[in-house]
């Protein structure tokens, strides 16, 4: 019995510990579509989506749980999310945000299951499936979404292929997006005499030797110079030869390796390279942080690019996506026509193909979810803005007019979602999604680029290959089991 109280008590502390866990409460403010646009939207949503009266989870509330807002706005700069907007206005619906911190989510999550408080939804990430699928933090989309209707034609394929266990798809995809880009600003391209990397992958030239001769021509420690800094550039590269580390079989319903592909090796010494030549920012000569970390928002994507001592900054395109003053300060002068980006280079020695990071837009359904239902309707308005051209339109239109992006960054942007959704993808499955030994090695090996003891690809193969393959059996009898169960 004393168990059982403290037990309760622990998990009241805990609960009562997530409030107010992501900081300052932000205050929502309301922006518009113009009347002509809001009436084209919803005209056009009667062609893709059911009557009201006929939709399960109309006129409801749904709690989305993240570390960020993508529905609300903040700011008068920001864009209104049309997806949202059609599920506020044709199905009278909200959305509650149930705020956390990242480093936290997990745990914090957690908390509220166990409390029997779970939220509906939270966001399509790389690192939720198989993990958190097999543990039950998520559950199966198959009752609430008919993959069938046309609306998720060009979607459900790649549901089943990357998301599924049996028959169970965990995760409600509604896009697909490029998972990382490299941005520069075009005037200290100029200024260094490089090539403009949007002119050299439109002519097939932007290729990893050109990208490594700029970085290595770029780089001087002396003047406080690198190519790169940020998280997610050694990672992106590593998966820019088109092969992750380790890739789902569905046909056999196992995870494999793929440490023995050349490809990889190739893009393994790209990094060792890179490392070796003092084009990165050395991270652990720092104590293992980014230039001005706590300092820049623009940090964590590598810092420097506006005042010319980064030449790339690496993220996923929502990095340099927002309010025109900030993206100005932090990056390039927007109104100047100094931001631009590209897909990661190729490899040269590869078949040809430009691979791109293929990453899901949409949600994972929380486990004892209350609403189901409105999560699944959520998601319909998000696949029908990603297909109908009228919305397609008006995105287009509020960041030409949000964000002032030119029609080459427009055109760049919709190349980078084509190539995203072709036969050229590339989809690693990130952090703890699979197990955190097994995501551990993964990520280690990603990040040896960053490392300041940066190996070759025959010293990283040597070090991990016997213990990826160990794990890798625990992970697919992991998933037997649960299959058979």
Request: net charge negative.
């Amino acid at each position: 019995m004393f168990k059982k109280v403290m037990a309760i008590l622990l998990t009241a502390i805990l609960i009562a510990g997530l409030v107010g866990c992501g900081g300052k409460k932000r205050v929502p403010i309301e922006l518009t579509l113009s009347t002509e646009d809001a009436e084209a939207i919803l005209n056009a949503a009667g062609i893709y989506l059911p009557p009201v009266e006929e939709a399960p989870g109309a006129n409801s509330t749904i709690q989305w749980y993240a570390w960020f807002d993508d529905f609300h706005n903040y700011s008068e700069g920001e864009i209104v999310n049309t997806g949202f907007f059609t599920f506020r206005e044709r199905y009278g619906c909200d959305i509650e945000w149930v705020e956390c911190v990242w480093d936290e989510r997990f745990t914090q999550l957690a908390n509220l299951m166990l409390a029997g408080t779970s939220p509906d939804f939270y966001n399509a990430e790389t690192e939720n499936f198989p993990y958190y699928a097999l543990h039950g933090t998520f559950q199966p989309i198959n009752d609430y979404i008919d993959l069938e209707d046309p609306l998720w034609s060009g979607i459900a394929d790649y549901m089943r292929n990357y998301f599924s266990i049996g028959d169970d798809i965990y995760l409600l995809c509604t896009d697909l997006y490029f998972g990382s880009i490299l941005a520069y600003n075009r005037r200290v391209i100029n200024e260094w005499g490089f090539d403009d990397p949007a002119d050299l992958f439109y002519n097939n030239e932007w290729t990893w030797d050109e990208f490594y001769e700029m970085c290595s021509d770029f780089s001087d420690p002396d003047d406080d110079r690198y190519a790169l800094d940020g998280w997610f550039y050694s990672r992106a590269l590593q998966r820019s030869c088109g092969f992750p580390i380790v890739s789902y079989d569905l046909e056999s319903d196992t995870f494999k390796s793929n440490m023995d592909n050349p490809a990889l090796e190739r893009a393994g010494n790209l990094l060792y390279d890179l490392n070796k030549n003092e084009c990165i920012f050395p991270y652990y000569s720092k104590g293992y942080k980014v230039r001005n970390q706590g300092s820049s928002s623009a940090a964590d994507f590598g810092d420097g690019l506006k005042e010319g001592i980064l030449l790339f900054s690496c993220g996923g395109p929502y990095h340099i996506t927002g309010p025109v003053d900030e993206i100005s300060a932090e990056y390039a002068d927007v109104t100047a026509n100094e931001l631009m980006f590209v897909p990661m280079p190729r490899d040269p020695e590869g078949d040809g193909k430009q691979f791109v990071e293929s990453d899901p837009m949409g949600y994972c359904i929380v486990k004892d979810a209350p609403n189901p239902q409105g999560v699944a309707l959520l998601a319909m308005c998000d696949r029908f803005k990603a297909i109908d051209p009228t919305v397609m339109s008006v995105d287009r239109m509020q960041k030409m007019e949000k964000y002032l992006w030119t029609d080459e960054m427009l055109e760049m942007y919709d190349l980078c979602v084509e190539l995203a959704n072709g036969d050229n993808v590339v989809l690693a499955y990130d952090e703890n999604a699979l197990g955190s030994q097994l995501g551990t090695i993964c990520t280690d090996i990603e990040r040896n680029g960053m490392q300041s003891d940066a190996q070759t690809w025959a010293q990283v193969k040597e070090a991990h290959a016997d213990q990826i393959t160990y794990y890798l059996e625990e992970l697919n009898a992991e998933v037997e089991e649960f299959m058979n169960s």
